[in-house]
């Protein structure tokens, strides 16, 4: 089964950082584009970053370029999102997500990002 | 990156369609044919029901089905039934490897 499980979420001060991770498994892991895309509480979706599959081309929101960092470990079928200087308005749900001819086909359960002092 | 625009919500009675439309810009929806949309339940990842515009995956009803003119798309929605209610949302790449959702559209079946 083809599956995406997000971790590293939790309660952060303003200023804090977090690394989040997203396992993959029941596919080529290396052959897939992956997106971050985080949903705060009673929003729609955002998306956040994406990152190629093998590596070496990344891209951001405005809202995150410069805090963010996205980044995978295709030996461990593993991506992060590596996330500084967090704010309230980073506070959300954050998903992986797989990418399929440009749009998202599969998704994790989602990993939940609380900002607040 | 500015949000595409959606009505915040749509109602119909089960049996009827409604159309839930997502405008954008060049930018995005009216520069590409990679709009999808996005089906979410309370407390759910979002599902995929529409990709490529019009194109259904494996497994989604053919009462869903999507459109595009200029730098509007729209998603239709026929024979409504009452596990329809959700939230919908369409995203579009954007260029340059960065891609925008909808507001979202709150569907009501009454």
């Known amino acids: 089964e083809e599956q995406l499980v997000e971790s590293g979420g939790g309660l952060v001060q303003p200023g804090g950082s977090l690394r989040l991770s997203c396992a993959a498994s029941?596919?080529?892991?290396?052959?897939?584009?992956m997106h971050w895309v985080r949903q705060a509480p009673g929003r729609g979706p955002v998306w956040v970053s994406l990152i190629t599959g093998d590596g070496t081309r990344t891209s951001y929101a405005d809202s995150v370029k410069g805090r963010f960092t996205i980044s995978r470990d295709n030996a461990k079928n593993t991506l992060y999102l590596q996330m500084n200087s967090l704010t309230a308005d980073d506070t959300a749900v954050y998903y992986c997500?797989?990418?399929?001819?440009?749009?998202?086909?599969?998704w994790g359960q989602g990993t939940l990002v609380t900002v607040s002092s | 990156q500015s949000a595409l625009t959606q009505p915040r919500s749509v109602s119909g009675s089960p049996g009827q369609s409604v159309t839930i439309s997502c405008t954008g810009t060049s930018s995005d929806v009216g520069g590409y044919n990679y709009v999808s949309w996005y089906q979410e339940h309370p407390g759910k990842a979002p599902k995929r029901i529409i990709y490529d515009v019009g194109k259904r995956p494996s497994g989604v009803p053919d009462r869903f089905s999507g459109f595009k003119s200029g730098n509007t798309a729209s998603l239709t929605i026929s024979g409504l039934q009452a596990e329809d209610e959700a939230d919908y949302y369409c995203y579009s790449y954007a260029g340059s490897y960065t891609w925008v959702f909808g507001g979202g559209t709150k569907l009501t079946v009454l």
């Open positions: 997500a797989r990418d399929l001819q440009y749009s998202s086909d599969l």
């Open positions: 029941g596919f080529i892991f290396n052959t897939y584009w």
